[in-house]
């Protein structure tokens, strides 16, 4: 998880895998390539599971953030003077929620209850940002997916429950509760 900048740095993560023995073994070596060397489990294929779902999370990221500065330039917005909502949105909405323990436990345990913004205010607003994208000559594509998504889960009569319901529809058929 670190691009080339990175490397050697006390942030820097690195997930392993493999026997336990030859990761403690070789930790004060690998640390030196990052400072959070991250053991995994004897599985040697989960560092690149982890590698590929947190790139998702940053692809997903990405492309919103691009697609975001597309809409508000087809509107004449320069970037620059959008980026600092981006940041402070960033940073007090979308980071605590993402990164809340308590919100992993509750995805973990497929409790979709909420008491605000719950899937129908958010399948709304994602039809509203598509027609709004087609209006300004930007593509919305990326936004189809969770859309259709969003959509089935409120017609299955769960527009009351929270957003991340949605999960039901992403995951592995059979795969827990």
């Given amino acids: 998880m670190a691009t080339p900048p990175l490397v050697g740095r006390p942030e820097t993560l690195i997930f392993y895998g493999g026997p336990e023995a030859a990761f403690a073994r070789t930790r004060p070596l690998l640390e030196a390539f990052g400072g959070r060397a991250v053991y995994l489990g004897t599985d040697p294929g989960m560092p690149a599971l982890y590698d590929l779902a947190l790139l998702t999370v940053l692809y997903g990221a990405w492309y919103s953030w691009l697609h975001a500065h597309a809409l508000v330039q087809a509107a004449g917005v320069a970037a620059a003077q959008f980026q600092p909502y981006v940041a402070e949105w960033l940073e007090h909405v979308i980071a605590p929620s993402l990164t809340d323990p308590a919100e992993a436990a509750r995805l973990e ?69």
């Fill in 109 to 177: 345990q497929r409790d979709y209850r909420t008491d605000e913004s719950n899937l129908a205010i958010n399948q709304a607003a994602i039809d509203l940002i598509m027609r709004t994208s087609l209006e300004a000559g930007v593509s919305p594509e990326w936004l189809a997916p969770i859309h259709r998504l969003a959509t089935q889960m409120v017609a299955d009569g769960f527009g009351g429950d929270s957003f991340t319901r949605v999960f039901d529809g992403i995951r592995p058929a059979g795969s827990g509760r």
